[in-house]
């Protein structure tokens, strides 16, 4: 396995490896990322092969600093240039025009680019050590549950990844929150950051896709799914004979008869509850049950982002 504890040693070698062509998987804040050097086409299409992900899906920018951002975004207008003051380096990923040299194979051949500047000390020691940007989805197999751990990466991915830098369990535990600016502000995949946050300081924020082929990630109707099938409904509903070959995803009541349960909250707080979150549907799905039910949230803050996975991860079954 080629998981490595990120040290300063772990993250030279990093380094090396990306400007050699290699794909490396690291930690933020969100989730585990698999990274590549932005302007190396091949190593991003390892990304694309590594992950079994369609070329029609486009991957997120992360950058290290602003300067780094003049040189993937063409421009960057006046909400965006907000939306930095205010959440950067953090969970918010900005669509932007993008710079002709940012290779189509990184923007799904769209004329934009979704960027980010991660606060996690591992993801922004490895961005000062590259100097460059660095194209990285989340590292979990396409349509699979997010890895919030270095043993989710290496178990999904495995070998195929040249090194594993191994952070410790995000911080988050759920992806960035994806938005557009132009022509008005779009929420394009609710997460880390809420979007009451977002229209705290830009103003309302519409819902769901730009026009255009653009954003595919949470866009698909099946995705960040277990391989067990998880269903969405109170467990409290559930009658106890439906309960023992099955496992539960409580909010924060623990229910009785149940094969297992993951609480994610015993005090109800949503942050703490996403934090917990694809960490706990790992931990189900590795138990070989029939069913998962998962209880619903409200759709406040990191709830929305819960829910949005959780109606996909649904819809695969
Ligand atoms: O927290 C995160 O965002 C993590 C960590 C590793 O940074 N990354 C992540 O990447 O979740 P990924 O590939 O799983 O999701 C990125 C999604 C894509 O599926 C795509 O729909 C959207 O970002 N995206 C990328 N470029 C876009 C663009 N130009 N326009 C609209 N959506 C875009
Ligand atoms: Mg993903």
Known sequence: ??????????????????????????????????????????????????????????????????????????????????????????????????????????????????????????????????????????????????????AHVAEALGANVDLILDGGATHYGIESTIVAVEPAPVLLRPGAVAAEEIEATIGPLARGAPPGPASAPGQLPVHYAPRTPLRVVDPAEVPPAERAAAGALAFHEPFEGYASVRVLSRRGDLREAAAAFFEALHELDALGLERIDAQPMEERGLGLAMMDRLRRAAAGH
């Open 1 to 150: 396995m080629p998981i490595r504890p990120a040290t300063p040693e772990s993250i030279t070698r990093a380094v090396a490896l990306l400007r050699s062509g290699g794909v490396v998987a690291l930690p933020t804040e969100t989730v585990y990322g698999l990274g590549a050097l932005v302007w190396d086409a091949a190593a991003v299409a390892r990304i694309f092969e590594i992950k079994r992900r369609p070329a029609f899906d486009p991957l997120i920018v992360h950058i290290g600093d602003r300067e780094a951002l003049e040189r993937v975004a063409a421009r960057v207008p006046k909400a965006a240039e907000t939306l930095i003051g205010r959440f950067w380096p953090g969970p918010l990923t900005i669509v932007l025009p993008k710079r002709p040299r940012v290779p189509a194979l990184v923007t799904a051949g769209l004329s934009t680019v979704a960027v980010r500047m991660p606060s996690h000390p591992v993801a922004r020691a490895l961005l000062r050590g590259l100097g460059e940007p660095l194209a990285a989805p989340s590292a979990n197999a396409f349509g699979g549950l997010s890895p919030t751990r270095a």
